[in-house]
């Protein structure tokens, strides 16, 4: 099995930074891509950045030019830069990975972040 673990959140005034980082550990043969998800209460859980082995990434375009998603395919770890962060990016933040190019098949439990105004 592939457990998933994220660290980085916290509170942060609006302008600030923080930096999420995840790691995978387990029976890990390679991962596809790796991703970070976000959901705020009402909304529907979106995918923020995704990044492939090949460091292919994606981004959603509301945090283009803010977000940037980085690997260590070595280290089996992703991690989500987040600068210039904004009240709407309050969330919580799930680490999540596609081991086999299926889709994302584990799930971390998730980290909050909360940008204040």
């Known amino acids: 099995q592939v457990q998933l673990v994220e660290s980085g959140g916290g509170l942060v005034q609006a302008g600030g930074s923080l930096r999420l980082s995840c790691a995978a550990s387990?029976?890990?043969?390679?991962?596809?891509?790796m991703a970070w998800y976000r959901q705020s209460p009402g909304k529907q859980r979106e995918l923020v950045a995704s990044i492939t082995i090949l460091g292919s990434t994606n981004y959603v375009d509301s945090v283009k030019g803010r977000f940037p998603i980085s690997r260590d395919n070595a280290k089996n770890m992703v991690s989500l830069q987040m600068n210039s962060l904004k009240p709407e990016d309050s969330a919580v933040y799930y680490c999540?990975?596609?081991?086999w190019g299926g889709g994302m098949d584990v799930w971390g439990k998730a980290t909050l972040v909360t940008v204040s105004s």
């Open positions: 387990g029976s890990i043969f390679s991962i596809n891509a």
């Open positions: 999540a990975v596609d081991l």
